[in-house]
């Protein structure tokens, strides 16, 4: 007779996961996170990326593939959460999957200029088995911020009964003319959205394919109600924090005092590229894509 596993206590808080189209203001969130007590990983980069993330699932061959493999999905998200959390023994099928991820990983890399390839991977693992012996009975939750994420929403929905996603949106046309287009020429072929053949291109393609991945992700949102689903408008944020704040306070269902209200309050900075697009010819961005982006309350 099967019988159901108890939960540990920080299973019970989380994962609350970060993710959006990349460049869209993820890093900062999961700053104010970490000021919140949640523990985000030990294995970051600089823009707080949790890289074990980007090992398991940030494979664009393999994803292409098993996209729609739920089972496997499932296996690499479980396997995700125990060597974060529960720091219990590896089946023969994670531990497979975790082979696999590294092999794979080692020859073809996470994105199209090639980065993770070579030993990248096993610098990973030695922060999965050698440096991941922190206490975590403090925290007051736990999650991850990557960027890709958001191409798993429902699933990690599916595997994680505590589940919260954070969705960060910034204004689409900006997004549409900066140099970070690693999603664009990662998932955008599975979006439907054709890769530039020259620069020139690059922004018309890369404003199609936000419009398709937070519509799709708002999408998904809708579905999983409010209690499990925020999106946040990053520009918004920036301009005046503190009320954007106090509404992620409520959705993780935790408190901050002053002075950690005050920390948070004091990490959002209106970028320097922001309004870059009122620089730029708009012709030949289609017009519902235009109204999309006007929807989610950026102005043109």
Known sequence: MKTERKQTNLEKKGPVVIGGVGGSGTRVIAEVLSLLNFY???????????LLYTLLFKRKNWFYKNRTNNRLLQTGLQLLQKLVISKRSMSLNEASYLVHAMADMSI??????????????????????????????GFAGWGWKEPNSHLLITEM?????????????????????????????????????????????????????????????????????????????????????????RKLLV??????????????????????????????DLTGFDDKDLSFLKSLGFAI
């Not at 985000?40 to 949790?50: A, I, V």
């Not at 959705?251 to 620089?279: H, I, W």
């Open 40 to 50: 985000m990983g030990n294995d970051l980069n600089g823009p707080k990326d949790f």
């Open 108 to 137: 073809h890399g996470h994105n199209h200029l090639g980065h993770g390839k070579g030993t990248w991977p096993l610098e990973r693992a030695k922060k999965i088995f050698f440096e991941n012996d922190a206490d975590l009975s």
């Open 157 to 245: 929905a599916r595997c994680f009964e505590n589940f919260k996603y954070i969705h960060t949106i910034r204004h689409g046309l900006d997004m549409a003319f900066s140099d970070n287009q690693q999603q664009l020429y990662n998932w955008g072929p599975m979006f439907g959205v054709d890769l530039p053949k020259t620069d020139k291109e690059i922004p018309l393609a890369s404003f199609r394919y936000w419009v398709k991945a937070n519509r799709l992700a708002l999408e998904k949102g809708e579905k999983l109600g409010p209690k499990r689903f925020m999106w946040i408008n990053y520009d918004r944020f920036c301009i005046d924090p503190e009320p954007e704040i």
């Open 251 to 280: 959705f993780l269902e935790v408190e901050a005092d002053e002075e950690t209200m005050r920390n948070c309050v004091q990490l959002p900075k209106v970028a320097e590229s922001t309004g870059r697009y009122l620089n730029h």
